[in-house]
């Protein structure tokens, strides 16, 4: 079955400093791929997406491109702010049938000043 | 209303207690889904309704859990006789139509928070 798989957190950066987060996903055919973010004490929010090979989904200075030869969909950002604490999620849904999404297990970014 | 609701946003109950949980989807969103984010599991899809009627409801984990959705709108989860394990926090989503080869947007709720004693 398809599945997705996130580096562990949690990732701890200052201010300023440049974020990866890494995620490989395994599915038949080609997916869409998500970026999903939670806020302390809030709801998931989408936060980007690419529907087809070498898509960048890109916002709020977060990117992620999707790479078919690699099954990877890393997110990354030049600069990050106390505010982007939070947990991530990588997710994919297949484009065929409904679009039930299969997430992976997030990880924590804690940023500090 | 502008985005998913859900109630309870809290619900603590007792072992053995049945409980509901509500969703009420974005207007005009045909496609309402249920998932559950628990500490030890992650993020699990659990029922997936078109309409009124649920095609998907492979992720229900005992026959204990039940849902269903009227009018093409409100949805409602029922957990019966409630263990300890069930005690996460349970997310609604919904997106605006199926098909067309390309997958939707979800749009999710706050979420229920269930604690079961």
């Known amino acids: 079955g398809d599945s997705v798989t996130q580096m562990e957190g949690p990732v701890t950066l200052s201010e300023e400093a440049f974020l990866t987060i890494n995620c490989t996903y395994t599915a038949t055919g080609y997916p869409s791929l998500f970026w999903y973010v939670q806020y302390p004490g809030e709801g998931l929010q989408l936060l980007l997406k690419a529907t087809k090979a070498d898509d960048k989904g890109s916002n709020k200075g977060f990117e992620a491109t999707y790479r078919k030869e690699t099954t990877s969909f890393h997110l990354e950002k030049g600069s990050v702010q106390v505010s982007d604490s939070a947990v991530y999620f990588c997710a994919l849904s297949p484009n065929s049938g409904y679009s039930t999404l299969t997430f992976g297990k997030g990880t924590m970014l804690l940023v500090s000043p | 209303g502008a985005g998913v609701s859900q109630s309870p946003s809290n619900k603590v109950t007792e072992k053995g207690k049945d409980v509901e949980l509500r969703c009420d989807p974005i207007?005009?969103?045909?496609?309402l889904y249920w998932y559950r984010q628990s500490l030890g599991q992650g993020l699990e899809f659990l029922i997936y309704f078109q309409g009124n009627s649920a095609p998907d409801k492979s992720g229900l984990p005992s026959d204990r859990f039940s849902a269903e959705r009227t009018g093409g709108s409100v949805s409602t989860l029922t957990i019966q006789r409630t263990q300890q394990e069930d005690s996460a926090v349970y997310l609604c989503?919904?997106?605006?139509?199926?098909?067309?080869?390309?997958?939707?947007?979800?749009?999710f709720g706050p979420g229920t928070r269930l604690t079961v004693l």
């Open positions: 989503a919904s997106t605006l139509k199926i098909g067309g080869g390309m997958s939707d947007t979800q749009y």
């Open positions: 207007s005009g969103h045909t496609a």
